[in-house]
Nanobody, 123 residues
Framework: VQLQASGGGLVQAGGSLRLSCAASGGTFGSLSMGWFRQPSGKEREFVAA????????EYADSVKARFTISRDNAKNTVYLQILSLKPEDTAVYYC?????????????????WGQGTLVTVSS
């Protein structure tokens, strides 16, 4: 499975972004997809995840009021809509994929990763 993340950029606080992650080489509908982020100098942290087919979602408590994960199985793409961006959202955002639908909050459980897309939020 190959993943290509895109959509990052420089945004003012209060703005919004939609990140995309296009997948290829696997059975996308059965993949659970996750978004993680890594601020500079910090560890990678879970943001959101969506399961295959049924599409149930999970969110980190710190973002669930502002972030929405979704998927388009026809386009083999998962999205992360981010509203009301804050400077503390500044990070490299990574998408990841796995075929197992449990333990989606743990980065170590994902064998497939995209290259990351940088989100910078200015105050």
């Amino acid at each position: 499975v190959q993943l290509q993340a895109s959509g990052g950029g420089l945004v003012q606080a209060g703005g919004s972004l939609r990140l995309s992650c296009a997948a290829s080489g696997g059975t996308f509908g059965s993949l659970s997809m996750g978004w993680f982020r890594q601020p500079s100098g910090k560890e990678r942290e879970f943001v959101a995840a969506i399961r295959g087919y049924g599409g149930s979602t999970e969110y980190a408590d710190s973002v669930k009021a502002r972030f929405t994960i979704s998927r388009d199985n026809a386009k083999n793409t998962v999205y992360l809509q981010i509203l009301s961006l804050k400077p503390e959202d500044t990070a490299v955002y990574y998408c990841a994929a796995r075929y197992y639908s449990g333990g989606l909050r743990y980065p170590g459980g994902y064998p497939y990763w995209g290259q990351g897309t940088l989100v910078t939020v200015s105050s």
